[in-house]
C-alpha cells in the first residue's frame, strides 16, 4: 500500500509500506563486514520513499539544491552529507506533522530484499543489474532521474545504484555486532555512519543487496543521497 502526501501543489512524496516480517541480513559470498549473515527481525511495519529524495523535494524542504548533477527536478538529491540528511528529516517531520528519519541498515537491506534470499533482488545474474539500476557500466558517470528503471518486488525503485543513501547506523564493521530486532545500531566508538545501495560509478558486484559502505557524517560527495522512512 502507497501513501502519497503533498508537500506543495505540484511536488509530493509517495511512500510505500512495508510489512513487518524476518530476513537474512548480510551474505557469505560477500566481504568480511557482511558476514556473517544472520536472522533478523522487523518487529513493525514502516513506510519507506518509493524513490531517493529529489532535487525537488530537497529544494522544497530545504531552501537549497547542494546537488552536483542538475538540469533535472526528478534527479535525486547529491552532495549529502549525514548531518544534512538528518536535518531533512527533521525539518520534513514539522512541514508533515509526522516522523521521519533516515532506515537503519537492517530496514534498508529488508526493503531491498524485499523477501528474497539472492544476492540481488532479482536473482544472481549480475548481467541483469541494467534493468533494475544505475551503476558504471550504463550510468555514463553521472546521475538520472529518479523512477526510470525496474523496481523491487515490493515496488522501490533506484535501491540498487544511482546514488548511496545514508543509513542511521552507526558504522561498525564486526557485523555480528548488528541488533537482531533490527534497530539502530549504536557505536560510540565510530566516527562514521554507514551507507547502502551504491551509486552510479558502482561495480556490479557493490551493488548486491548486502554491501555496505561507510563515511564521516560530515561529508559531502556527489554519490550521497537519502531516502527516509516515516515509522507508521
Not at 59 to 72: A, E, K, R, V
Not at 73 to 98: T, Y
Not at 203 to 220: E, L
Request: net charge neutral; with cysteine.
Amino acid at each position: 500500500m502507497n501513501i502519497k502526501i503533498k508537500l506543495d501543489d505540484k511536488i509530493d512524496l509517495t511512500l510505500v509500506k512495508i510489512p513487518s516480517g524476518t530476513f537474512i541480513m548480510g551474505s557469505d559470498e560477500g566481504y568480511n563486514w557482511e558476514k556473517p549473515p544472520k536472522k533478523k527481525k522487523i518487529a513493525h511495519h514502516f513506510y519507506i520513499s518509493k524513490y531517493p529524495i529529489t532535487q525537488a523535494q530537497y529544494q522544497l524542504i530545504m531552501g537549497d539544491n547542494p546537488s552536483h548533477f542538475q538540469g533535472d527536478d526528478n534527479l535525486p538529491v547529491d552532495s549529502i552529507s549525514w548531518d544534512l540528511a538528518i536535518k531533512f528529516c527533521h525539518k520534513l517531520s514539522r512541514k508533515i506533522g509526522k516522523k521521519f528519519r533516515l532506515p537503519t541498515e537492517a530496514e534498508w537491506e529488508y526493503s531491498a530484499r524485499a523477501n528474497t534470499t539472492t544476492e540481488y533482488f532479482f536473482g544472481n545474474d549480475e548481467e541483469k543489474l541494467d534493468r533494475y539500476g544505475w551503476y558504471c557500466d550504463n550510468s555514463e558517470g553521472k546521475t538520472h532521474p529518479v523512477g526510470q528503471k525496474k523496481p523491487n518486488p515490493w515496488g522501490l525503485y533506484d535501491m540498487l545504484g544511482n546514488v548511496w543513501e545514508w543509513c542511521q547506523d552507526d558504522w561498525e564493521a564486526d557485523f555480528s555486532q548488528y541488533p537482531a530486532d533490527g534497530n539502530i545500531l549504536i557505536n560510540p566508538n565510530s566516527s562514521e555512519k554507514s551507507l547502502r545501495g551504491a551509486c552510479f560509478y558502482s561495480h556490479t558486484y557493490h551493488c548486491r543487496c548486502s554491501f555496505r559502505s561507510h563515511y564521516y557524517p560530515y561529508a559531502c560527495y556527489y554519490s550521497f543521497g537519502l531516502r527516509v522512512v516515516c515509522a507508521k
